[in-house]
């Protein structure tokens, strides 16, 4: 994590974006990303104003070992694009996090979150030595249930009242990835959702 002041370090690179931790400067182009993307987030999200004492509560969490963030970055301009957390990392026999995601509405319909995920989750089968992936995501949030399976996720079952959102209980599919399936976020292959 590198929340300070120093200069940011590339964890990654594809082809348009670069993948880094999440630090203190961004909060300010984070937070008016958020602002613009208010209706595209509603209601996959709870959708609040990233307030600096929010942000920094953020950074908090990122800072333990059981949380890593990121952001997805144009190669050209550095500007974000796409953020990504791996969160509830369990270690021991395990070896796993849970995979949470989000565009913002400018640059949505591009490809960058595709590039950019696909970065992160060579990072966590990786450098963070982590053996499963999983992504919940609601049924009715079908960009993102796209974007999993281009990535090779398999569906692995229906998680009812599975998040609170808003002080509503949602719904979730349940997807994962396992850290020698499909090219590790190459593309789908063979994966199986039943309807």
Same mark, same amino acid.
């Given at each position: 994590?590198?929340p300070?002041?120093t200069?940011?370090?590339h964890?990654?690179?594809?082809?348009?974006v670069?993948?880094?931790?999440?630090?203190?400067q961004?909060?300010?182009?984070?937070?008016?990303?958020t602002?613009?993307?208010?209706?595209?987030?509603?209601p996959?999200?709870?959708?609040h104003?990233l307030?600096?004492?929010?942000?920094e509560?953020?950074l908090?969490r990122?800072?333990?070992?059981?949380?890593?963030?990121f952001?997805?970055c144009?190669?050209?301009?550095?500007?974000? $694009?796409?953020g990504?957390? $791996?969160n509830?990392?369990l270690?021991?026999s395990?070896?796993c996090?849970?995979?949470?995601?989000?565009?913002?509405?400018?640059?949505?319909?591009?490809g960058?979150?595709?590039?950019?995920?696909?970065?992160?989750?060579?990072?966590?089968?990786?450098?963070l030595?982590?053996h499963?992936?999983?992504?919940?995501?609601?049924?009715?949030?079908?960009?993102?249930?796209?974007?999993?399976?281009?990535?090779?996720?398999?569906?692995?079952?229906?998680?009812?009242?599975?998040?609170?959102?808003?002080?509503?209980?949602?719904?979730?599919?349940r997807?994962?990835? $396992?850290s020698?399936?499909?090219?590790?976020?190459?593309?789908?292959?063979?994966e199986?959702r039943?309807?």
């Amino acid at each position: 994590m590198n929340p300070t002041g120093t200069p940011a370090r590339h964890l990654g690179e594809a082809a348009r974006v670069t993948l880094r931790h999440l630090r203190r400067q961004d909060h300010a182009e984070i937070a008016a990303l958020t602002r613009e993307s208010t209706e595209l987030h509603r209601p996959w999200l709870g959708v609040h104003a990233l307030t600096a004492e929010a942000f920094e509560r953020r950074l908090e969490r990122f800072a333990r070992p059981t949380h890593e963030g990121f952001v997805i970055c144009l190669r050209g301009t550095g500007a974000i $694009v796409g953020g990504v957390n $791996v969160n509830d990392i369990l270690r021991g026999s395990r070896q796993c996090g849970t995979l949470g995601f989000t565009a913002y509405a400018g640059t949505t319909g591009r490809g960058y979150l595709t590039e950019g995920l696909g970065l992160a989750i060579r990072h966590a089968f990786g450098p963070l030595g982590l053996h499963r992936l999983e992504a919940n995501i609601q049924p009715g949030n079908t960009r993102s249930l796209a974007l999993v399976r281009r990535l090779g996720f398999r569906y692995e079952g229906f998680s009812p009242a599975f998040q609170q959102i808003d002080g509503e209980w949602r719904d979730h599919e349940r997807w994962a990835l $396992v850290s020698g399936d499909a090219g590790q976020a190459g593309p789908a292959v063979g994966e199986h959702r039943p309807r």
